[in-house]
């Protein structure tokens, strides 16, 4: 039998993942979980980013900072919370409505999970989109890991990669991830953490990884009052001021710097003009942090930026997806309209 010439598609796909080599490890779970490290190659690039936020006018840290081991978990505590509506309002939108995204998505494709975090959102539609593999992006990498291996035994027969990687950086996938037809999985709200303009490059970013017949599936919240927002991320229990503040000890360990946690407060505050939740820390106190040569002063009531989240409406959403070169977007709401899961798609 004569071998079926690989397409024009499949020598992108393949060239796409050769702009990055690495070193898979084979989970000792079983051949079916094969994990690659690709986050952690370049430390110094890491210290750099977080020294120039620091060091700039108006201090900032990237959100990725947020996302060892225990920030992880910390996150995982805030879903659960009963002011952070996003994750059951998200998670009740794909019950109800899960035969028309199998419809609409299609079942078979290969999941590719975008910052997956303890992938229990992915694993909720494993039944209704029956993956032919499962593919789970995250920047913390060793709580990623340990999650996998946990979800491989629970699902031996799907194929599972995980990958430890900066969804900043370039979208290379490896050769395991394979080239069928894919579904970019980004749950969550998390497209609002980056800045209009940057969510607009994220997925023009998406769409350029993609082939036809790939597409997007994609949480977002939307628009709503300031009082239920700033509830959501400043819970009275203080899990989010937790999760916040574990920042600086982040950055202590990757700078060697001396924050004391204790020296600081939880902010977060709606700025209704760019729609977007703010969430900052405060210095409580004048403050000077060291890090090696470094030194920054920061006066009682400075703050410092860790991260936004915007919110959109649907109209704005339709503009975006088209500027980013997807097609046929299709929102599902829950009945308030708090949420939407949005579906698009790249023609053929």
Known sequence: MQATKPSADTYARRALA????????????????????LFTEDDAALRAEAEAGLMAQAASVSPKFFYDTLGSRLFEAITDLPEYYPTRTEAAIFSLHAAEIALRVGRGATLIDLGAGNCEKAARLFRTLAP??????????????????????????????????????PLALPDAV???RRVWFYPGSSLGNF????????????????????SVLIGIDLIKEARRLEAAYDDPLGVTAAFNL?????????????????????VALYRTEA????????????VTVRWGSHVRAFATGERLHTENSVKYDLP???????DA?????????????????CHASVGR
Do not use: K
């Open 316 to 322: 704005r959403l339709q503009t975006m997806f088209a």
């Open 132 to 169: 032919s593999r499962y593919v789970a992006i995250d920047i913390s990498a060793d709580f990623l890991r340990d999650t996998l291996r946990a979800l491989a035994r629970q699902h031996p027969q799907l194929p599972m990669v995980g990958i430890g990687a900066d969804l900043c950086a």
């Open 325 to 341: 070169g997807f097609e046929d977007l299709y929102a599902w709401t829950d009945s308030d309209c708090d949420f939407a899961v």
């Open 195 to 214: 800045a209009p303009d940057e969510a607009l490059a994220f997925l023009t970013r998406l769409r350029e990884a993609s082939v036809p017949g790939d």
């Open 246 to 266: 574990n920042v600086l000890r982040n950055l202590n360990r990757l700078l060697g710097a001396d924050f004391d946690v204790c020296d600081w407060r939880h």
């Open 18 to 37: 050769r702009l990055i080599q690495p070193q898979p490890t084979v989970d000792a779970v079983g051949a079916g979980l094969t994990f690659y490290q």
């Open 275 to 286: 729609h977007r939740i703010e969430m900052h820390l405060e210095a409580r106190r004048d």
């Open 178 to 180: 394979g080239d069928g």
